[in-house]
């Protein structure tokens, strides 16, 4: 039988290895993502999102309601700001709302 090490790690040192050696952090990126708009925009945005992923840099948000995608179309600055403000290591430039 193989000598077992001794040494200890704490999982959140482990995680981030784990997350790259297997490729999954595109995966929690995009959960991440979800959260963040979940959490920034409340339910009644959420009630009218149909999808929210990250594909490169830009936040592509679909909605199934136009008025909402016109009045939210207005502030995407402001919603890329709030989402880079939200998400540490995740860079948002730009939103498309479809």
Request: cysteine-free; glycine content about 6%.
């Amino acid at each position: 039988m193989a000598k077992r090490e001794n040494d200890t790690f704490k999982i959140k040192d482990l995680i981030p290895g784990m997350l790259k050696e297997n490729k999954l952090q595109k995966g929690m990126d995009q959960i991440l993502v979800k959260e963040a708009w979940e959490d920034i925009m409340g339910k009644g945005v959420m009630t009218y999102t149909e999808s929210v992923f990250l594909q490169k840099s830009t936040l592509i948000v679909k909605l199934s309601s136009a008025p909402l995608r016109e009045e939210l179309s207005y502030g995407k600055d402001k919603i890329v700001k709030m989402m880079n403000d939200h998400l540490i290591h995740i860079s948002i430039k730009k939103v498309k709302l479809i």
